[in-house]
């Protein structure tokens, strides 16, 4: 049986030292990726299988290219047919591939918990989260910390600004938990209809939960003031469809992050996002592309995090406990 | 004919004429032909001796689920009964949303002769509210009394339509039977699985306001008062649900309400940790928990201390379990798609004990709310340990201490968030009209 503590769930299951020992190695793997030959046998003989319920071209591919690179066999299998909304859908895949001794699982799955509930099931496989419903995108948050670090040296009281979909944003969770490990201040921006209750107010919260230190704009000049990171969610057009927005156009006058919104902000604030883009909505064109942005370093980086995360786990096999 | 027991040397605590002291008690003939202080045994006697125990009239369970018809599988009135009478109870009302919902006469009588049949203690038919529990049109209420029903509900589901709800109270106002809702607007539990909380946001779980209970249990009120009807709130939730009922009581609307052990014990932090400390606020690999998935959800601790102020100062009448029982396709899965509802019958009391152990309610009240209390909602003369009536006892060991194993329960439904907690207290004996059926 794999010890429980070895697989990435989420953040607060990391430590500082295991976080940083991640981001340390990811500039290793990055060498590797900025070399002429990418390919080396750490992972030689290791079974990776990526078992993705909902479509992701991003975060699978850089997994499997991850894997790659590493020397590991990569197996693929996509199930983000609408059966996977029956109860069956995961334990019986997962009862699938238990036949396949595979190493790692990376899981991604529309239900929060579920990589919780495969852990459970299998119990010979470490399983790494991929996006879990709304709950958590460990990997997304190291790589988001990753790309930030770099630019800001420090995350120490650094301003980090989420703007939009936090109720639905399981990215926005990790990065939480991993933001505050290293005491950066994480303000979150956007209308009231989007953000849980006790993101509005912490007085329900109890004393020393992660969540106590998070602060609310409500509007966005005050939020992206002094900001030393901003980042736009990805806003679905669902939410206009269930109730919670009246419409996409006001939302992204006034949420939405323009040129002309940036000049409140510091010069040297680096734009994020999640990914996908919804481009016109909650960022426009020309701030993708734009001087602060660093978006598409973070797809870049997205393939160095995993590959030190991929190694991390397979050591820490060694730790097998019975 | 079943044989004479001599129950001796119990404390016999009987809330409904304030009996607490130590007794011998006599059972001929399925009735208590005699309490005293001693009772000289003949050969013909069974006897228990119920030294250091406690000696309690039959529980009396308003609300649980025996998924028969139809759910054989999750459990059945054989296994359900078995289940109560390890529990302490000896009457169960058994909730109406079966494959078919009892919703007629015919389907009363078929429950009732099953239970007849199969059943270790008696379980008395609460009746569906409307046709197919679909809240639209009445079901035949007076047809279904005559038939046994002991209250009317749609529970699984609110009567949702305030017109039907209306007519529901004023319709069987005449019977003197309880309309039992299930009190949830659609509208604001839609998606959600747990309690709406910081630990719903942390888990990424959609939440359940405690508005979604409190504002039909306020419509309920108005339409009470409006109609003069009984209205029963089932499994009430959250401290607003009980400060509406407690306001209705000082105004005399016809109202009663029930709590479940688990409401009355949980929070909903179980389902990030089960060992949460008050410094470390994370997951570990036992988080979602589905068997801690329930509906209403478990709440806060400031709900949680507002029930138990409820039950002592009488707002909340009755303690009922809401026996869920599920089989494993319901419950190994995500949390997202687990079915609703705690199998709880078997630890019913011994959970609710630790809040004696805690000074938090007294062992009367606890006794009380769970015998002669759900008897006077029933208007019936169960839940009383005298002379002359039907021998319906349960006798308590309250210092055992019990590790819960769910693989040993004889109920079908092993759905325990309490799997491995060690319980204080434990049923000894379960005598339903004279026979001895735990
Ligand atoms: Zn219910």
Redesign the pocket.
């Known amino acids: 049986m794999i010890d429980p503590k070895s697989h990435i769930l989420d953040l607060d299951l990391m430590s500082l030292s295991q976080v940083e020992a991640i981001l340390d190695d990811a500039d290793e793997m990055t060498k590797i990726l900025n070399s002429d030959f990418k390919k080396t046998e750490e992972l030689k003989g290791k079974t990776i299988i990526t078992l993705f319920f909902e479509p992701s071209t991003r975060t699978r591919s850089s997994f499997e290219q991850a894997g790659k690179i590493l020397g590991a066999d990569v197996i693929n299998i996509v199930n983000s047919s609408s059966s996977s909304k029956k109860g069956e859908s995961l334990y019986n895949t997962a009862l699938t591939i238990q036949s396949i001794k595979s190493d790692v699982i990376v899981l991604r799955h529309p239900h929060s918990g579920a990589p919780y509930f495969l852990s459970k099931l299998l119990q010979e496989s470490t399983i790494i989260n991929a996006g879990d419903g709304m709950h958590a995108h460990p990997t997304q948050a190291l790589l988001d910390m990753y790309v930030m670090k770099k630019h800001l040296g420090t995350l120490k009281n650094k301003r980090i600004v989420f703007i939009g979909d936090i109720s639905h944003s399981r990215v926005v969770r990790s990065n939480i938990l991993g933001l505050s490990k290293f005491g950066a201040k994480i303000v979150l921006c956007g209308p009231q209809t989007l953000i849980p209750p006790d993101f509005l107010s912490n007085k329900h919260l109890p004393e020393n939960h992660p969540f106590k230190n998070i602060f609310y704009e409500p509007k966005l000049n005050d939020a992206i003031d002094q900001a030393d990171v901003i980042m736009p969610l990805r806003l679905q057009r669902e939410r206009q469809d269930s109730g919670l927005l009246p419409s996409l156009r006001e939302y992204s006058t006034y949420f939405g992050i323009s040129l002309k919104k940036l000049q409140n902000a510091k010069p040297n604030t680096i734009v994020m996002h999640p990914g996908p883009v919804n481009e016109g909505v909650e960022i426009d064109h020309n701030v993708v592309h734009g001087q602060n942005s660093v978006i598409q370093e973070q797809v870049f980086s997205g393939v160095a995090i995993r590959m030190a995360i991929l190694k991390s786990v397979t050591q820490n096999k060694a730790l097998k406990v019975e | 004919m079943s044989k004479n027991i001599l129950i001796q040397k119990g404390r016999l605590i009987n809330p409904a004429n304030q009996t607490d002291g130590i007794y011998d008690i006599l059972i001929q003939n399925n009735i208590i032909s005699d309490i005293s202080n001693h009772i000289q045994p003949n050969n013909n006697f069974e006897i228990i001796d119920a030294t250091n125990k406690i000696v309690v009239p039959g529980f009396i369970d308003l609300h649980c689920h025996l998924r028969e018809p139809g759910q054989e599988f999750k459990e059945t009135v054989a296994t359900g009964t078995l289940a109560g009478a390890a529990g302490g109870f000896t009457t169960l009302c058994a909730m109406p949303n079966t494959i078919p919902p009892i919703d007629s006469k015919p389907h009363i009588e078929s429950l009732s002769n099953i239970s007849k049949e199969t059943g270790a203690i008696r379980v008395l038919p609460i009746a569906s509210a409307t046709m197919k529990s679909e809240g639209k049109i009445l079901t035949e209420m007076f047809e279904l009394a005559d038939a046994g029903a002991i209250g009317f509900s749609d ?2 589901n609110p009567i949702y339509d305030p017109f039907i709800m209306r007519q529901a109270l004023s319709y069987s106002s005449q019977l003197n039977i309880p309309i039992i809702n ?1 009190c949830e607007v659609p509208e604001l539990s839609k998606h959600g699985v747990m309690n709406e909380s910081w630990v719903s946001t942390q888990l990424g779980l959609p939440g359940i306001p405690n508005s979604a209970e409190e504002s039909m249990v306020a419509r309920d009120i108005m339409l009470s008062k409006l109609t003069g009807g009984h209205i029963h709130i ?2 009430v939730s959250t401290s607003g649900s009980v400060n509406l009922i407690r306001e209705a009581k000082k105004e005399g609307v016809n109202i009663t309400c029930e709590v479940t052990p688990h409401h009355l014990t949980l929070t909903d932090t179980i389902i990030l940790n089960k060992n949460l400390s008050d410094q470390n606020f994370v997951t570990s690999h036992h988080s979602y928990d589905t068997r801690a998935k329930v ?1 209403p959800p478990l709440r806060t601790s400031s709900d949680v201390q507002s029930l138990i102020e409820a039950l002592n100062d009488g707002t909340i009448d009755i303690i009922a379990t ?1 026996h869920a029982p599920h089989s494993d396709i319901d419950k190994i899965c995500t949390f997202t798609e687990a079915a609703f509802g705690i199998s709880n019958i078997e630890t019913a009391f011994s959970q609710i004990y630790q809040l004696v152990i805690n000074q938090q309610i007294s062992l009367h009240k606890l006794i009380e709310s769970l015998t002669i209390a759900p008897a006077r909602i029933l208007g019936a003369q169960y839940g009383n340990l005298e002379k002359n009536k039907p021998a319906d006892i349960t006798i308590i060991d309250l210092n055992e201490q019990w590790k819960v194993n769910p693989e040993k329960f004889l109920s079908k439904g092993k759905n325990s968030p309490l799997d491995g907690h060690t319980l204080t207290s434990k049923v000894f004996k379960t005598i339903y009209q004279g026979k001895i059926v735990f």
């Open positions: 529970d699984g299930h089932a499994h509906n809401d």
